[in-house]
C-alpha cells in the first residue's frame, strides 16, 4: 500500500476490451490467501494468464505478460480499452497485477468493482484515458505519468495523451487505501 | 423531499440521512456481511492486519460464512481455507457458519442466504462476491465487494459508497411457456451490453416480474453484474413478503421500501414479454446475444444445469419437464445450487418419478452441492472444462476460460434451452420439445 508518487516510468503492456476478472487471475489460482506474503506473490506469476495468446500484448499479440516460471513482469504500465476488471469481486485481480510489478492501470473505464478493489486496497492507480489508448500504444512502449498534471508522455512515440483527474479517489490513494483514509476522516479511530 | 427510487431510499435510510441522490458519497451502515471460502481467508486477513490479533467483529449475528466455490475436491489450499473459515467463526463465536461436512452444509452462497432467512427488504446486505446482487430480488440493497471492503466492514460495520443513479426495465405482458427469467435478462444485457449498467442500479418492474415466482426473481437480479450493474432490485410484493416470513426464523423485523411516485430514472425501457423469444449469450461474453434461431444447430460437447443463475428448484423442473422420456446425446452435468434443493431434486416428483430419477434416467451426472465448474476451480472439479470444447450452460459467464480450458466456448442459455440441447447434442429451441 504505497503512496501516489508524482512520476511513474517504464514498459507498457496492451490489452483490448472487456479485460474480465477471470483473464487477470483465473479461478483455479483462488485458493491461495492473498493475506499471506508468500502467496500473495504467486499471484504475480499468473496474473493475465487466461487472456487469450492474440489478445495478449496488442497490437501484434502473443506477447507473453512474462514467462512461465517469473513471478514479476517486465511491465509498469497496463494499457486497456473499455470495462476493465468486469466480472467477480474478487480482489485477487489488483492483487495479481500489484503482485507482477503493475503500477498504474490506464483504460477507457473500469467495471466498478474493480475499481474500488483497486482505490481501497491501495495496490494500484486507476486512471481513465479520453483518447482509446489502446490503439495508440504498443506493447514495450516507455511511458512516463506525470500524474499532478494527468498526463502521459509515451517516449519511444514522443507523444503526450491527457487523462481524466482521479477526482474523488485521489484523497483515498494518497491516504493508501480506505483503512488510512478512514482515519484520515475520523471514520476510524487511529 | 424530492422522489427517490426504491435504492436511494434503501441508502439514505442507512446512512441516516433523510435524502440521498445518484453521484454523492455516503457512509452506510450494513446489514449482513456474506463471505465464503475463496474470499474469506483474505478478508480475514485485512481484518486482522487493520483491528489487531485479538479484534472482534462488529456484530457475529451480522456476519454469514457460507463456504461453496471450492468444496469437493482434494486441493490442499481449497481445504486449507476451509480451516481458516472454521477456526475464524469458532474463535468470534458466529452463529452463522455453514460448515462443510456437517449437516448445516448448504452450497452456493447466494442461494443459501435466503433459504437461511438472511435476506430481507429494505436492508443492506454486502457479500465478497459479485454475483451478491441476487439478494435484490428480496427487495433490498445487495451488492458485491472486494476483501479490503470486507474487512473494513467486519471491523466497522460500515462502509462508503456512491449512490448509483436507477435504471427501471418493465416486463409488461404474460410470460409464455417457453421463456424462463434467464432470456429476459440475457435478452436485457444484450441491448445494454456488458458495460451498461456500470455503477448503475437496475430496478425492474412491470406485471410480468410480479407473475415470476422468488428464485426467477433471483435469476433476473442474480445477472445484473453481467451488465456492470451495481445492483438489481424488485420492489417487493406479497410474494415476497410471504417467502420472507417462511423463512425469517430469526425473527428480524425489516421495513419494506418502495420507489417514490415521480422518482427520477436515468433510463427506462419497457419489454413485451409474450412476444419474446429464447436467447443464448455466445462465447466469449454474455453480451454476446442471440436467437436460439439464430444459432440452432450449433454442436455442442456438453451440457451444464447448475450454479446461483440455473440451479435452483424452477430451473431443474423446467429441465425436467423437457428431459422426461429422453436421454441426453452429450454429457450432461446437473448441479443443485444447495443441499436443500438436492433433497428437492429426491423427493419432488414429475410423471411419477423424482426429478433426480429423471435426469440419471435420461443419462445425467449428477454432482453435489456448490459452484462446481460454473467457475472452472480446481481441475477435479466435477464437470470442469479441461479440454477445448463447446458447452452449453444455465450459469451466469463465459469469458474466455471461466468454466476451465482458456479456449473452451460457453454458450449460456436457460435451463429450458440447455435440457432441449442436451438432448439433440446441438443448440434446440425448447419450444421442439414443449407439447
Ligand atoms: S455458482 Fe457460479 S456465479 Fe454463483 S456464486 Fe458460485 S461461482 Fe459464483
Same mark, same amino acid.
Given at each position: 500500500?504505497?503512496?501516489i508518487?508524482?512520476e511513474?516510468?517504464?514498459?507498457a ?20 490467501n492473498? *493475506? ?5 506473490k ?11 495468446? *492474440? ?5 501484434k499479440?502473443n506477447i ?9 513482469s517486465?511491465?509498469t504500465?497496463i ?10 469481486s ?11 510489478g503493475i503500477?498504474?492501470v ?8 474493480f ?11 486507476p486512471?481513465e ?12 512502449d516507455?511511458?512516463?505519468?506525470d ?32 483503512f488510512?483514509y478512514?482515519?484520515q476522516?475520523?471514520?476510524?479511530k487511529? | ?10 441508502? /439514505?435510510k442507512?446512512?441516516k ?9 455516503i457512509?452506510?451502515d450494513?446489514?449482513i456481511?456474506m463471505t465464503h471460502?475463496v474470499?474469506?481467508p ?7 492486519k ?9 456484530d457475529?449475528?451480522?456476519i454469514v460464512i457460507?463456504?461453496d ?8 489450499m ?8 472454521r ?6 463465536n ?5 460448515? $462443510? ?13 435466503p433459504e437461511?432467512?438472511?435476506t430481507?427488504?429494505g436492508e443492506?446486505l454486502?457479500g465478497?462476491?459479485?454475483?451478491t446482487?441476487?439478494a435484490?430480488?428480496?427487495?433490498e ?10 474487512g ?12 448509483p443513479?436507477?435504471m ?5 405482458g ?12 440475457? /435478452? ?9 449498467a ?5 430496478e ?11 428464485e ?8 445484473v453484474?453481467?451488465?456492470?450493474? =451495481?445492483?438489481?432490485?424488485i ?12 423463512k425469517n ?5 425489516y ?12 433510463y ?12 443464448v449469450?455466445?462465447p466469449?461474453?454474455?453480451?454476446? =446475444? ?6 440452432k444447430g /450449433? ?6 444445469i ?6 435452483k ?25 444447495t443441499?436443500? $434443493?438436492?433433497?428437492?431434486?429426491k ?6 418419478k ?11 451426472k ?14 477435479d472439479?466435477?464437470g470442469r ?12 459467464r463465459?469469458f474466455?476460460?471461466r ?5 473452451a ?12 440441447? /442436451?438432448?439433440?447434442?446441438?443448440i ?8
Amino acid at each position: 500500500m504505497s503512496k501516489i508518487q508524482n512520476e511513474i516510468t517504464g514498459k507498457a503492456y496492451v490489452l483490448g476490451d472487456n479485460i474480465d476478472t477471470d483473464q487477470i487471475i483465473p479461478a483455479e489460482y483462488l485458493t491461495f490467501n492473498p *493475506a499471506i506474503p508468500e502467496e500473495y506473490k504467486q499471484f504475480g506469476k499468473y496474473a493475465l494468464s487466461s487472456v487469450p495468446p *492474440a489478445q495478449s500484448g496488442l497490437p501484434k499479440g502473443n506477447i507473453p505478460f512474462h514467462t512461465d516460471d517469473e513471478f514479476v513482469s517486465p511491465y509498469t504500465f497496463i494499457i486497456a480499452g473499455k470495462n476493465f476488471g468486469c466480472g467477480s469481486s474478487r480482489e485477487h485481480a489488483p492483487v495479481a497485477l500489484d503482485a507482477a510489478g503493475i503500477k498504474v492501470v490506464i483504460a477507457e473505464f473500469y467495471a466498478r468493482i474493480f475499481f474500488r478493489n483497486a482505490v481501497n486496497g491501495g495496490y494500484l492507480v486507476p486512471f481513465e484515458c479520453t483518447d482509446r489508448l489502446c490503439d495508440k500504444v504498443c506493447t514495450g512502449d516507455e511511458l512516463k505519468l506525470d500524474v499532478p498534471n494527468c498526463k502521459l508522455h509515451n517516449l519511444t512515440t514522443k507523444e503526450t495523451y491527457p487523462l481524466n483527474p482521479l477526482g474523488e479517489i485521489a484523497p483515498i490513494l494518497n491516504a493508501g487505501g480506505i483503512f488510512s483514509y478512514a482515519k484520515q476522516v475520523g471514520m476510524l479511530k487511529s | 423531499m424530492p422522489a427517490m427510487t426504491l435504492t436511494e431510499k434503501i441508502l /439514505a435510510k442507512h446512512a441516516k440521512s433523510n435524502f440521498v441522490e445518484p453521484g454523492q458519497n455516503i457512509w452506510i451502515d450494513i446489514d449482513i456481511l456474506m463471505t465464503h471460502d475463496v474470499c474469506g481467508p483474505g478478508t480475514i486477513g485485512v481484518f486482522k492486519k487493520h483491528f489487531g490479533k485479538a479484534a472482534k467483529v462488529w456484530d457475529p449475528k451480522k456476519i454469514v460464512i457460507i463456504p461453496d466455490h471450492y468444496i469437493f475436491t482434494a486441493d490442499k489450499m481449497a481445504n486449507r481455507n476451509i480451516d481458516v473459515l472454521r477456526e475464524f467463526s469458532k474463535e468470534q463465536n458466529l452463529p452463522y457458519y455453514y460448515d $462443510v461436512g456437517t449437516e448445516k452444509y448448504k452450497g452456493v452462497c447466494h442461494i443459501a442466504l435466503p433459504e437461511e432467512g438472511h435476506t430481507r427488504p429494505g436492508e443492506v446486505l454486502l457479500g465478497t462476491d459479485s454475483h451478491t446482487c441476487t439478494a435484490g430480488a428480496f427487495g433490498e440493497f445487495a451488492t458485491g465487494i472486494g476483501n479490503t471492503d470486507a474487512g473494513f466492514v467486519m471491523g466497522t460495520g460500515s462502509l462508503w459508497l456512491k449512490v448509483p443513479p436507477t435504471m427501471r426495465f418493465v416486463f409488461e405482458g404474460t410470460l409464455p411457456p417457453y421463456l424462463m427469467a434467464k432470456d429476459l435478462i440475457l /435478452a436485457v444485457i444484450g441491448d445494454i451490453g456488458c458495460d451498461g449498467a456500470t455503477y448503475r442500479a437496475m430496478e425492474f418492474d412491470g406485471a410480468g416480474v410480479f407473475a415470476l415466482n422468488m428464485e426467477e426473481r433471483m435469476t433476473l437480479c442474480n445477472m445484473v453484474i453481467e451488465a456492470g450493474g =451495481k445492483n438489481g432490485v424488485i420492489a417487493p410484493d406479497k410474494v415476497t413478503l410471504d417467502f420472507i416470513d417462511s423463512k425469517n426464523k430469526h425473527k428480524v423485523p425489516y421495513t419494506p421500501v418502495y420507489t417514490d411516485p415521480g422518482a427520477k430514472f436515468i433510463y427506462e425501457k419497457v419489454y413485451d414479454i409474450s412476444k419474446m423469444q429464447p436467447v443464448v449469450a455466445k462465447p466469449h461474453s454474455p453480451d454476446n =446475444k442471440a436467437f436460439v434461431s439464430e444459432v440452432k444447430g /450449433a454442436k455442442l460437447d456438453r451440457a451444464y444445469i447448475g450454479s446461483c443463475t440455473g440451479g435452483k428448484m424452477t430451473d431443474f423442473r423446467a429441465a425436467a419437464k423437457i428431459m422426461h422420456g429422453h436421454s441426453v446425446k452429450i454429457d450432461t452435468f446437473v448441479v443443485p445450487a444447495t443441499t436443500e $434443493v438436492a433433497k428437492g431434486l429426491k423427493s419432488e416428483k414429475m410423471h411419477g418419478k423424482t426429478l433426480e430419477q429423471i435426469f440419471l434416467d435420461a443419462g445425467a451426472k449428477m454432482g453435489d452441492a456448490s459452484c462446481a465448474a460454473c467457475l472452472g476451480g480446481p481441475s477435479d472439479t466435477f464437470g470442469r472444462l479441461n479440454q477445448a470444447i463447446r458447452c452449453i450452460s444455465t450459469t451466469n459467464r463465459n469469458f474466455p476460460g471461466r468454466m476451465g480450458h482458456k479456449e473452451a466456448e460457453v454458450f449460456l442459455a436457460s435451463p429450458l434451452t440447455v435440457a432441449a440441447s /442436451a438432448i439433440t447434442g446441438m443448440i434446440t429451441d425448447p419450444r421442439e420439445y414443449l407439447a
